[in-house]
């Protein structure tokens, strides 16, 4: 079964808009972290942010947020007033604390902003 | 800032041969990390080490092995390389153990098996 879910595979959104990547998780481990990472074109892969499963609040950084929904296992990236940089691959991805830091990664979704 | 190195951005190969490919990186991690990456598929694990001369299977180990004897170096073997592993690799390190230490990345090598 897919542990990490991201069901958007592209999106689009006009510059200076706010926009929401999706991410749903599965596990039964109580402890787990959620990241997620920026991918030009160039191919190297940007950490942007990080949810832990006991934080009482919503990460944030800079203009990415981490929407954390524990009930619902959501863990969804708002990036606000987007800009012509933001265009690329994100990655959601899930570390259980029992595999020896291990992360699995979903398959990415495919942001373009426009002007 | 974390560097890591992977030694070649394309690397073109022949079906059969012996491929190395390696990666460093200078910020003392104790972990280390192999990926392949495809479309849509997102990154496989393929192994990954959390000391030296330390090793563990990922999700996709098959046709692949790794050497870490220095902690600042892993090094991926594709003993007989084939054509289904015409693939990006993605090297990463990360620090320790602590839950909130996220993998740092090289820029990938994409190697190409004819």
């Known amino acids: 079964a897919q542990k990490i879910t991201q069901t958007q595979p592209g999106m689009f959104v006009q510059e200076k808009e706010a926009v929401t990547l999706d991410c749903t998780y599965d596990?039964?481990?109580?402890?787990?972290?959620l990241f997620w990472y920026k991918q030009p074109s160039s191919g190297e892969m940007i950490f942007l942010i990080y949810?832990?499963?006991?934080?009482?609040q919503n990460a944030t950084e800079g203009r990415y947020s981490l929407n954390f929904q524990k009930a619902r296992k959501s863990a969804n990236l708002v990036i606000s007033a987007s800009q012509l940089g933001d265009s690329a691959m994100y990655f959601c991805?899930?570390?259980?604390?029992?595999?020896?830091?291990?992360?699995?990664f979903g398959t990415g979704t495919r942001l373009q902003v426009t002007l | 800032d974390v560097k890591v190195t992977q030694s070649s951005r394309y690397l073109v190969k022949r079906t059969g041969e012996k491929v190395f490919l390696e990666c460093v990186q200078d910020?003392?991690?104790?972990?280390m990390f192999w990926y392949r990456q495809d479309p849509g598929l997102g990154l496989r694990l393929i192994y990954f080490?959390?000391?030296?001369?330390?090793?563990e299977k990922g999700d996709i180990p098959e046709g692949y092995s790794v050497s870490r004897e220095k902690k600042e170096r892993f090094s991926l073997i594709l003993e007989s390389a084939s054509t289904n592993q015409t693939s990006m690799y993605l090297c990463?390190?990360?620090?320790?153990?602590?839950?909130?230490?996220?993998?740092?990345f090289g820029d990938g090598t994409r190697l190409s098996i004819l």
């Open positions: 991805a899930m570390r259980e604390y029992g595999t020896a830091s291990k992360l699995t």
């Open positions: 596990t039964s481990d109580p402890s787990y972290g």
């Open positions: 990463a390190s990360s620090l320790g153990t602590s839950s909130n230490q996220p993998q740092h």
């Open positions: 080490s959390y000391d030296v001369k330390m090793k």
């Open positions: 910020m003392d991690h104790e972990n």
């Open positions: 949810q832990g499963s006991y934080d009482q």
